[in-house]
């Protein structure tokens, strides 16, 4: 890549971040903005000094929202930029001169949401230095669909088990979101997928995405059904739904039921659509002992010849004594009143052979509302070196949200992976929350999607292939009105922590308004969690093909969300409570995490396969997939385990999260363990001291303690998130997979309105040393901290890249 071009240079520019100021200058080329200190001034007539100056680069694609705090000379006061970055970075940088802050914001502006194509972003002007280990590796290699089924057992030379690849949407013509590449039941035929396509929304049919390697159960994912008021039906679509779920039964025992036949032979589905897997209920498996479940399992790996009932002589398979689930990502009324538009859900009539559950995950607006809260609650980290809103936090409901999240995919990995049955998922489109729910289960599911190759297919296959819109839910052209201006009455003063960052103007406090008017009028006909457009026409949803690429070139706010965020941090809170079961380490996920929104690779451009095959990306831009490669050892996991031993606790190829210990992904919000998690681990070092004591000194209920009063011991080890109690369920009637498997007692986690340290203390001077101590006085502005307490805050690439001015090349080129 070419040396940088500076297109703007301002001297003697003032940068804070963390309320800590460092004086600089401020470049702006196409692509960047770069800040550099000591000043060129003041490192000039020490040659020592210039050796020390750094870089900080930050690509204009992360951020998020850019503030121009224009100030009247007679303030006293600096014209500021105030900017908000999509990996959690918050800077200010003030000028001595207003109109150079007005200038440097409207070249931010005009190189970012006035760019007008997509082809002009960094992705089609980057490739990696010609002697780089990256540019050797070509990461859009990694993945293949065809190898990937391979790797599962299907293919056209394999043996046949109940599966096969279709050509039918090679050409993108069948479902244009779909990939080329689809796996569907071998006695299923291309005239019965064309015929079932017109009963799902964009003809996203049900296909496989994971069969297990041990007991052949699957996987399979869709749209929602064309159902609507008058309950309308297929047969197409029953009979494909049917031939998923007895697929691999029919290859391993020919004389299985067809699903005509398993629906009679089936017990009727109920009519609430709800089913209730608790431990005392009808619809449970008998045994719901995680240890139990993987000697059946491993036995059944083991013996050397095939088992069959006693009674009937028939072949036992483990798929066949199946409870199979219909698993509807939404909120169950959500699903209905999609009904109003032509959509919704199963009729269970018509699907016997399985029954369906809800999983209430909520949309991308709710979700997106979420995170908003977050960023309300961390927002004033350049001016200020206080701890976040803690209050704000509770009320985002963020990690009640990655709670449910890890919820229902442990849901559906439990039934494929301990109760040996089939799973079909879907929410409205089935690229957000199917998306998030397929790949976390096949995490929970198969080791290899926790090595760094694996991880790659999966994001890959059920992320990218499967049609993700990378491009609208990332906001990748950004929007105008991330770029906002206060007014000079406004700006005359300097800005203080909780103050308005320049979104609260007119102009947003009139549409603000607005917005409220239209929520308050607005009908209760659309689903208030759909992922569809507000206010698309049925036979637009009917038509099942998504906006080309020229009319998906600008950023539409409401599409805007979170989605691949929380599946990054699920797949971190995995990684936390299993630190030896995954291959890459948490930094990968959090340079993941900005290497969506960087642009500087063709990976997560657009929004589907097909319209990255049709702007030839493979050619014009390079992978991310490369880059991580090159690094590899900066990515890989010290504590990695690879070892698979179900007889050996800690390396069963099964994991599952555990809801009581969802935390903060402190990392990425660039802020210290105790920062955001302080609490819980006051709460949780409580509980581990009072059951040390309780050990100690032999307190029992045997030894005279009330049963009331030892009820209130927690026998979790730390407590439940916000908004999420321990009772609670994000499955209507169905218990958490966690407390499924692990049915010992769970009790309310202690208050978390204060911290542990200030709970004996009056309600003000507790509020105060809560303040104070979270204040991080030998914090830096842009190297982390001072101390090794807190190192965790930032890396050093964290901010883009730190280094020194004899690398400044180098550091361009990999941009890393």
């Not at 005509?260 to 089936?266: C, E, G, K, L, V």
């Not at 109003?340 to 009729?347: H, R």
């Not at 320049?502 to 009908?523: C, I, P």
């Not at 202690?750 to 200030?758: F, Y």
């Amino acid at each position: 890549m070419a040396a940088p071009q500076h297109k703007h240079y301002y001297s003697n520019v003032q940068a804070l971040r963390g309320g800590k100021p460092e004086q600089g200058d401020l470049a702006l080329t196409d692509y960047h903005l770069v800040f550099r200190f000591p000043p060129e001034s003041a490192a000039a007539p020490d040659p020592k000094a210039k050796k020390h100056t750094k870089q900080v680069w930050f690509a204009f694609h992360i951020i998020s929202h850019c503030a121009l705090r224009p100030t009247p000379p007679s303030s006293g006061i600096p014209s500021s930029l105030r900017l908000r970055f999509r990996d959690f970075t918050f800077v200010s940088f003030n000028f001595t001169d207003d109109k150079q802050a007005r200038d440097a914001f409207e070249f931010i502006r005009a190189k970012t949401c006035r760019l007008g194509s997509v082809d002009k972003l960094l992705a089609f002007n980057y490739s990696p230095p010609s002697n780089s280990l990256e540019s050797k590796i070509n990461g859009w290699d990694l993945y293949d669909a065809r190898a990937e089924f391979r790797r599962q057992g299907i293919s056209e030379k394999s043996a046949d088990l109940g599966w096969r690849i279709t050509n039918i949407n090679k050409d993108y013509a069948f479902s244009p979101t779909y990939p080329a590449v689809l796996a569907v039941p071998s006695k299923i035929s291309d005239n019965t997928l064309k015929y079932a396509a017109n009963f799902r929304s964009r003809a996203r049919i049900p296909t496989l995405t994971y069969i297990h390697p041990v007991n052949n159960c699957t996987i399979t994912r869709s749209s929602q059904p064309f159902v609507g008021l008058r309950m309308k039906r297929s047969i197409q679509d029953e009979k494909l739904v049917g031939a998923c779920f007895s697929a691999s039964t029919d290859f391993l025992d020919g004389n299985s039921p067809s699903p005509a036949n398993a629906s009679i032979q089936a017990d009727h589905s109920p009519s609430s659509s709800h089913v209730d897997l608790s431990a005392d209920s009808p619809d449970a498996p008998t045994d719901m002992s995680l240890s139990d479940t993987e000697r059946m399992e491993d036995e059944l790996i083991a013996a050397p010849n095939v088992m069959y009932d006693e009674k009937t002589g028939k072949r036992l398979i483990y798929g066949a004594q199946q409870h199979n689930l219909i698993v509807d990502a939404r909120p169950a009324i959500n699903s209905y009143a999609m009904q109003a538009i032509g959509m919704g859900s199963e009729n269970m009539d018509y699907y016997k052979y399985a029954k369906k559950v809800f999983l209430n995950i909520d949309n991308i607006h709710v979700m997106r509302d979420s995170l908003d809260k977050v960023i309300s609650a961390i927002k004033d980290a350049d001016i200020s070196p206080f701890p976040p809103n803690r209050d704000l936090l509770m009320k985002s409901k963020w990690l009640k949200h990655i709670a449910g999240i890890l919820d229902g995919s442990s849901i559906i990995a439990r039934q494929v992976g301990i109760q040996h049955s089939h799973a079909l998922i879907h929410c409205s489109d089935g690229w957000d929350r199917t998306s998030q729910l397929c790949a976390l289960s096949q995490l929970m599911l198969d080791p290899y999607y926790r090595t760094l190759e694996g991880f790659i297919v999966l994001v890959e296959k059920d992320w990218l292939s499967f049609g993700h819109m990378f491009q609208l839910r990332s906001g990748h052209m950004s929007h105008e009105s991330w770029f906002t201006v206060d007014s000079d009455a406004l700006a005359g003063s300097a800005v203080r922590p909780g103050e308005n960052d320049g979104r609260g103007d007119v102009v947003e406090n009139v549409m603000a308004s607005a917005k409220r008017f239209w929520s308050k009028n607005v009908t209760n006909d659309k689903e208030a969690g759909s992922d569809q457009e507000e206010g698309a026409a049925v036979d637009e949803v009917k038509q099942a093909t998504a906006p080309n690429a020229a009319e998906e070139q600008t950023t539409r706010l409401r599409d805007v969300s979170p989605v691949f965020h929380q599946f990054l941090d699920a797949t971190y809170q995995l990684l936390r409570q299993h630190p030896n079961r995954f291959e890459f380490n948490e930094r990968f996920l959090r340079r993941l995490l900005y290497h969506v929104y960087s642009c500087q690779y063709g990976t997560f451009l657009y929004n589907n396969e097909r319209q990255r095959h049709e702007a030839n990306l493979r050619e014009r831009t390079r992978s991310v997939w490369g880059y991580f490669m090159s690094r590899r050892p900066e990515f890989t996991n010290d504590r990695y385990e690879p070892t698979i031993d179900d007889h050996t606790k800690g390396r069963e190829r099964l994991i599952f999260p555990k809801l009581g210990e969802v935390r903060w992904w402190h990392q990425v919000f660039n802020r210290t363990d105790d920062e955001m998690n302080g609490e819980f681990n006051a709460s949780a070092a409580t509980a581990e001291r009072v059951a040390a004591y309780q050990a100690s000194s032999g307190f029992s209920e045997s030894s005279g303690i009330p049963s009331e009063s030892a009820s209130m011991v927690s026998t979790s080890p730390s407590p439940q998130p916000p908004a999420l109690t321990s009772s609670q369920s994000v499955l209507t009637g169905v218990e958490t997979a966690h407390a499924a498997l692990t049915p010992e007692a769970r009790v309310s986690p202690p208050s978390l309105n204060k911290s542990a340290s200030t709970g004996g203390m009056p309600a003000a001077l507790g509020a105060l040393q809560d303040k104070i101590s979270g204040l991080a006085i030998a914090k830096g502005v842009f190297g982390g901290h001072a101390n090794s307490s807190s190192a965790g805050r930032q890396d050093a690439d964290d901010v883009e890249t730190v280094a020194s001015a004899a690398a400044v090349e180098q550091e361009l080129k990999s941009m890393s």
